[in-house]
């Protein structure tokens, strides 16, 4: 069952939908429009070289929210 990506035309609200087999035509959750545009979703790949990105970015991420906390206790202690 896949799930695919919808673009409303009338409101312009962008969501998912699981779809079932061979259902009815879709309509936006937003504005009930059934003028759909179906999104072209490319799938996520996982690998050790995206993981280790990630990770990576991560690291980076929590140092520097660590060093935001720090100054703000640093601050603090000052007033």
Do not use: W
Not at 68 to 77: P, V
């Amino acid at each position: 069952m896949p799930i695919y990506e919808y673009a409303c035309r009338s409101c312009e609200h962008r969501f998912e939908l699981l779809i079932r087999g061979t259902s009815a035509t879709p309509a936006c959750p937003e504005c009930q429009s059934a003028d759909l545009e179906k999104l072209l979703s490319l799938p996520a790949v996982k690998s050790e070289s995206t993981h280790a990105l990630a990770m990576k970015a991560a690291r980076k991420r929590d140092a520097r929210q660590a060093n935001q906390r720090m100054h703000t206790q640093a601050e603090y202690d000052n007033e």
